[in-house]
């Protein structure tokens, strides 16, 4: 079963227009939502959580259609993390543990006092006083504690030192390991989407250009260094995106579209995002 | 909804204390040195802005955007304003019965004004502003309901800074009229209540329709 699937959601907004955004996360997996700034990333959070509401297209999670009342029930197995996550600037970890105790059926009272003491944060502390990245843990501990099946966060590591990054990406880790938990995470930082996630898709102007498996993105696309005379050798459909400078051409190539013989070298995705997003400018 | 009323518990706390010192400040003031209809007023018109003020903090932090990735509808975020302006509107009329009271206690047992009769004229400014303004609010955000929420706290000052020259002990012929008539106040008070439940559900529409 998908954990979310979206089939050709859209929005329009004055000067921004998502189109036909389509995706699936199958239960288990982490998917990395990647683009540029305005990219659309935010809106299709939004839109899944019916934060904004769509003009066409539908949203499934854990199978189930979220239109109508739906979604609120679902809501239940939904943790959230945003990039400012939202507590009120009064309020400690401890008040926030009986704020959400109010609020999620399955809270876990004890779970949420474990991350918070294993993330070093003082259970008196106001919220407005943490630091960014303290902020962000609490909220990540919250989204962890009440049992979600489906993590969503939006550039919740955009705010962290390395350290707590990659503390952050093993608690990531670790809550996938159960079978039925699943993420989705937007990231600009596309190091620890490479590092992460099963599945990449890439968001480009509101729309997707790229939704895959991340190994097969990797077997599928490679990296060519060749003259601008070799270049012309290569088929237009095979190049996804190029850099030209003094010294020859850098193009990112799709592997089984270009000429036997030349040699291709490995391409990460962070490259390959650069490749796309500098294609057509 | 037990969340978000703990929530704004703990918020009220902390940012609405001024509120409740100058309410019971001006209550006492109105009880003991027998005042005019501004001082007794006055506490209902702070408190009424409670739950808008809320909602500010809450816009501040993001809290509205946050809550909405929470399993609650957007009519249980609404729900919880207009309960605590009700809530509020409640306490004040407890601590007009309380202050007018021990003021005639002290005073040697006579009370200048029935304070049910004076409560019961109070209801109407305790609900009122929240029944206009948290519409406004929720469907355009502190930021631009904030000409409405400035005008309206003028409007009210306004009158009660003219109903002021008639003084509580002095019996002002406004007074005693309606005090003669409570079925008039009665009448005044469930018009507030019935303003304040259309308001609540015109906000529930309006903020069910509101993007972030």
């Given at each position: 079963?998908?954990?979310?699937?979206?089939?050709?959601?859209?929005?329009?907004?004055?000067?921004?227009?998502?189109?036909?955004?389509?995706?699936?996360?199958?239960?288990?997996?982490?998917?990395?939502?990647?683009?540029?700034?305005?990219?659309?990333?935010?809106?299709?959070?939004?839109?899944?959580?019916?934060?904004?509401?769509?003009?066409?297209?539908?949203?499934?999670?854990?199978?189930?259609?979220?239109?109508?009342?739906?979604?609120?029930?679902?809501?239940?197995?939904?943790?959230?993390?945003?990039?400012?996550?939202?507590?009120?600037?009064?309020?400690?970890?401890?008040?926030?543990?009986?704020?959400?105790?109010?609020?999620?059926?399955?809270?876990?009272?004890?779970?949420?006092?474990?991350?918070?003491?294993?993330?070093?944060?003082?259970?008196?502390?106001?919220?407005?006083?943490?630091?960014?990245?303290?902020?962000?843990?609490?909220?990540?501990?919250?989204?962890?504690?009440?049992?979600?099946?489906?993590l969503i966060l939006d550039e919740a590591t955009s705010g962290l030192d390395p350290v707590a990054r990659d503390e952050v990406i093993d608690m990531l880790y670790e809550y996938t390991r159960d079978p039925v938990h699943s993420v989705l995470i937007s990231s600009h930082i596309?190091?620890?989407?490479?590092?992460?996630?099963?599945?990449?898709?890439?968001?480009?102007?509101?729309?997707?250009?790229?939704?895959?498996?991340?190994?097969?993105?990797?077997?599928?696309?490679?990296?060519?260094?060749?003259?601008?005379?070799?270049?012309?050798?290569?088929?237009?459909?095979?190049?996804?995106?190029?850099?030209?400078?003094?010294?020859?051409?850098?193009?990112?190539?799709?592997?089984?579209?270009v000429p036997a013989g030349m040699s291709v070298g490995r391409l990460g995705i962070e490259e390959l995002f650069v490749f796309m997003v500098k294609e057509e400018k | 909804m037990k969340g978000l009323l703990i929530k704004d518990f703990y918020m009220m706390l902390r940012y609405?204390?001024?509120?409740?010192?100058?309410?019971?400040?001006?209550?006492?003031?109105?009880?003991?040195?027998?005042?005019?209809?501004?001082?007794?007023?006055?506490?209902?018109?702070?408190?009424?802005?409670?739950?808008?003020?809320?909602?500010?903090?809450?816009?501040?932090?993001?809290?509205?955007?946050?809550?909405?990735?929470?399993?609650?509808?957007?009519?249980?975020?609404?729900?919880?304003?207009?309960?605590?302006?009700?809530?509020?509107?409640?306490?004040?009329?407890?601590?007009?019965?309380?202050?007018?009271?021990?003021?005639?206690?002290?005073?040697?047992?006579?009370?200048?004004?029935?304070?049910?009769?004076?409560?019961?004229?109070?209801?109407?400014?305790?609900?009122?502003?929240?029944?206009?303004?948290?519409?406004?609010?929720?469907?355009?955000?502190?930021?631009?309901?904030?000409?409405?929420?400035?005008?309206?706290?003028?409007?009210?000052?306004?009158?009660?800074?003219?109903?002021?020259?008639?003084?509580?002990?002095?019996?002002?012929?406004?007074?005693?009229?309606?005090?003669?008539?409570?079925?008039?106040?009665?009448?005044?008070?469930?018009?507030?209540?019935?303003?304040?439940?259309?308001?609540?559900?015109?906000?529930?529409?309006?903020?069910?329709?509101?993007?972030?």
């Open positions: 079963m998908n954990a979310l699937e979206l089939k050709n959601l859209s929005k329009t907004y004055k000067g921004f227009k998502l189109q036909n955004v389509s995706l699936e996360l199958p239960q288990g997996c982490i998917m990395g939502l990647i683009g540029e700034n305005g990219a659309g990333k935010t809106t299709v959070i939004k839109l899944i959580l019916d934060i904004v509401k769509k003009d066409s297209g539908q949203v499934y999670i854990m199978g189930e259609n979220t239109d109508g009342e739906n979604l609120r029930e679902l809501k239940e197995d939904i943790g959230v993390v945003l990039d400012d996550v939202g507590c009120p600037e009064c309020i400690t970890p401890a008040q926030f543990d009986r704020i959400m105790a109010g609020t999620f059926r399955r809270w876990d009272s004890e779970k949420y006092r474990g991350l918070i003491s294993k993330f070093g944060l003082e259970d008196n502390k106001r919220f407005g006083e943490m630091s960014k990245g303290m902020k962000m843990k609490m909220g990540i501990a919250a989204a962890m504690s009440h049992g979600a099946k489906l596309v190091t620890d989407l490479e590092k992460l996630c099963d599945y990449i898709c890439f968001l480009k102007r509101g729309q997707v250009v790229l939704c895959e498996e991340k190994d097969a993105i990797l077997e599928k696309y490679g990296v060519i260094r060749c003259s601008e005379k070799d270049m012309k050798i290569i088929p237009p459909e095979a190049v996804v995106g190029v850099k030209h400078s003094p010294y020859g051409v850098e193009a990112a190539v799709k592997r089984t579209a | 609405c204390r001024t509120f409740f010192i100058i309410a019971i400040v001006f209550e006492a003031a109105a009880a003991f040195l027998g005042d005019g209809m501004f001082l007794v007023a006055y506490p209902f018109i702070i408190c009424s802005v409670i739950p808008m003020n809320l909602l500010s903090y809450d816009e501040k932090s993001r809290w509205t955007l946050y809550s909405c990735t929470m399993p609650y509808s957007r009519g249980q975020l609404v729900s919880v304003k207009y309960i605590y302006a009700l809530i509020m509107c409640f306490a004040c009329v407890v601590l007009t019965v309380v202050a007018q009271f021990a003021g005639a206690a002290v005073a040697g047992g006579n009370l200048s004004v029935n304070p049910g009769i004076l409560a019961m004229m109070l209801i109407p400014v305790g609900l009122i502003p929240a029944a206009i303004l948290l519409p406004v609010i929720f469907w355009l955000g502190t930021e631009k309901g904030r000409i409405a929420f400035y005008a309206v706290i003028v409007i009210i000052c306004a009158f009660f800074g003219f109903l002021g020259a008639d003084s509580l002990d002095a019996g002002s012929d406004v007074i005693k009229s309606l005090a003669m008539r409570p079925q008039v106040l009665l009448g005044a008070d469930l018009i507030a209540l019935a303003l304040l439940g259309i308001s609540w559900l015109a906000a529930i529409g309006l903020y069910g329709k509101r993007e972030f």
